[in-house]
């Protein structure tokens, strides 16, 4: 048990996230591809916004999604990220806080409003994504608070965060504090699109060793060394990462180390609603796993609870506590 | 079958809910009365936000909430209300066009802004609510569309349009309209607390002819008659109303008319995830049975199967087709 300030940092793009149910032809209509995340700009926003159905808007953006999953494991959670002072990024700051995160980020008083990201979720439970940035791309260097990246046990980092032009500054100056003080440091690949965006730098991250734990799912695991074999690219990444883990959805996921590569099963669902935050939660357990201590497959086994648990209602945060699951598992966190 | 323009015209508060989960120590500790509605003001709406839990924010207000179930059913509906030309303000207006609702009311430019409904949703799935007005206050009797009211088969009100200081005005003006072109008129008393506030004005509603469609709780119409006895207040509403419902839960409703009082049951479900909208919903079924021309018993079935559907889900709208929903259980629409 580690007596630093925090379990877990997390450091992405704050955004609310708009959600609606579609039919399939909704997204051919639209030019979307179905599981992704496409980048939009206002004026796409808008014209999504109009064709979509009745929504509702929750608190989102994918390590913000993990850390308040961090929080709900009962782990000390901190979150640096962007909104700006409107109606949208007080929702985002009251949702954070209200989970128990640390949230000290100053929001942008000029300048685009608070990030969106409207979500349409299919009937088979699969949601695509499109993201306006607006007020996350202002995330700087300058906003990363060096006191608490160095007391926290792990730093977590989303991929996604090489879009927003400057951010990627803030993400290394964050891995070099937690590197100095002795942390660790996380990324998750985020994307399979956003993978073959910025492939050579995180090959580059995990390569210079800026990066120690590396999350990916098989897609984005493909994307990265661009081959559909799942062996070749498990050995690959074998080769190259400290620590990762590759998540393939009802199949579980692998745990790959120097040491050994294992796999653990997922946890059974009865019905999945939506599968938004499946690999964001799965990441809270996982990393609250490892901060206390515990061993790779105890930590998978609380990623995969995490996981079933946000997949079989609407929207990316846990509706119970996680620790109350957890406990119900025989888990100790 | 009608060949009016819309089915029904609903007249209500414009309102999008913040909903979150909250134990009933929660409620004690802020003055709540479980199950009920409170009305507050912009400091005290702030004072709760800052105490709530995480929340999903997502459409509302009851009338608005009922003539969104009505489109479910594939019936032709319109409503009108008051939000601001803000970011809530076009939340609502988009979610209920997106619902296939026609919705022209002109949004305020200044004062207050768009309403919103502080919702705590307890583990027995009770909700207990908390409204700050805002721009709903706004309503005035030049909102109401005088050729809208003309060819709706029923216009539908809300008792919580007496709150708002002009809205009761806007309510006796589409009354008014509405029977003048031989339309009928609904009303639901809303609340316990409301009824308590303007019984008599309620009272002489129904005594005057005003409202030929009354709907009501068990709370709110032992309120209306100041009795703690169902059977004496059934009698009193039986002798003063031309049709009324009302509503009992679990134990299903009474339907009252001069001609009989005839008792229909309650959909079983399997679980009662947020009873928030179980009222709204019910009087969307039974209103789009009698605009069809169903009989009493046939309009509740339909009732009551719109108030099943949204007690298993968080939210006080729709999250399938009603309309599948009742040719699944061969009920004719």
Redesign the interface.
């Known amino acids: 048990m580690t007596t630093l300030r925090y379990d877990v940092l997390g450091i992405g793009n704050a955004i609310v996230d708009v959600i609606?149910?579609a039919e399939d032809d909704f997204l051919v209509a639209q030019g979307m591809h179905k599981g992704t995340m496409a980048l939009i700009d206002e004026a796409r926003a808008q014209a999504i916004?109009?064709a979509?159905?009745?929504?509702?808007?929750?608190?989102g953006g994918s390590a913000a999604n993990t850390i308040?999953g961090v929080a709900s494991f009962g782990a000390r959670a901190a979150f640096i990220g962007k909104v700006k002072d409107?109606?949208?990024g007080r929702?985002f700051a009251?949702?954070?806080r209200?989970?128990s995160v640390a949230f000290d980020t100053k929001p942008a008083n000029s300048g685009p409003s608070t990030a969106r990201c409207y979500i349409m979720v299919t009937p088979d439970g699969e949601r695509t994504m499109n993201t306006f940035l607006g007020a996350a791309q202002d995330l700087k260097p300058g906003d990363i608070d060096e006191s608490q990246v160095a007391n926290a046990a792990v730093t977590y980092l989303e991929g996604y965060l090489w879009d927003p032009p400057q951010a990627k500054e803030a993400f290394v100056k964050a891995a070099g504090i937690a590197h100095k003080a002795g942390r660790r440091v996380a990324l998750t690949l985020s994307d399979a699109f956003c993978v073959d965006r910025y492939r050579a730098e995180f090959l580059d991250l995990i390569r210079k060793g800026i990066v120690d734990i590396v999350f990916a799912n098989e897609r984005e695991l493909h994307s990265l060394y661009e081959t559909a074999d799942f062996d070749s690219a498990v050995k690959a990444l074998r080769g190259e990462a400290k620590l990762a883990v590759v998540t393939r959805s009802e199949k579980g996921c692998v745990v790959i180390s120097k040491g050994a590569v294992e796999a653990v099963a997922a946890e059974a669902v009865e019905q999945v609603a939506d599968v938004t935050g499946a690999g964001d939660l799965f990441a809270a357990g996982f990393l609250v796993g490892l901060a206390r201590g515990k061993d790779h497959r105890t930590a998978a086994r609380l990623g995969a609870l995490a996981a079933a648990e946000v997949i079989q209602?609407?929207?990316a945060?846990p509706?119970v506590s996680l620790k109350a699951r957890a406990d119900e598992s025989g888990l100790i966190v």
């Open positions: 609606a149910r916004y109009a979509m159905g009745p929504a509702v808007e929750s608190s308040v409107d109606e949208l929702t009251h949702d954070i209200a989970a209602h609407i929207g945060r509706a």
